[in-house]
């Protein structure tokens, strides 16, 4: 069972107690964009087997979203952190390289 730190209210939280929201990261273009920006954020993701950075919610909990960086293959938890981060810590970022050198933040 999955397991994360609310970095919000510093509670371990089970996977039953939180809703996932999907990819983190992901650049939302506004009015003006392209037809080919917005099908690429609607559509596109970055489904690869291993690190991956994704937002959760505290639903049962606090209630907030926050971010956090997991192997979705072994299931490993590098860390969380705040939703209001536009990139991963680089304590996080130091987890995740131990495990995979060579590592970058999908673009």
Do not use: N
Request: hydrophobic share 40%; net charge neutral.
């Amino acid at each position: 069972m999955l397991i994360l730190t609310c970095p919000c209210c510093g509670l371990e939280a089970a996977e039953i107690e939180l809703a996932p929201g999907g990819e983190a990261h992901l650049k939302r273009f506004g009015p003006g964009s392209s037809d080919a920006e917005l099908e690429r954020y609607l559509f596109t993701r970055h489904a690869a087997k291993g690190p991956v950075l994704e937002r959760w919610r505290h639903a049962y909990g606090c209630g907030k979203w926050f971010l956090a960086a997991r192997d979705s293959v072994t299931m490993e938890v590098y860390g969380t952190y705040s939703a209001r981060l536009p990139e991963p810590p680089e304590e996080v970022l130091a987890r995740i390289r131990a495990r995979h050198p060579g590592w970058q933040v999908p673009a």
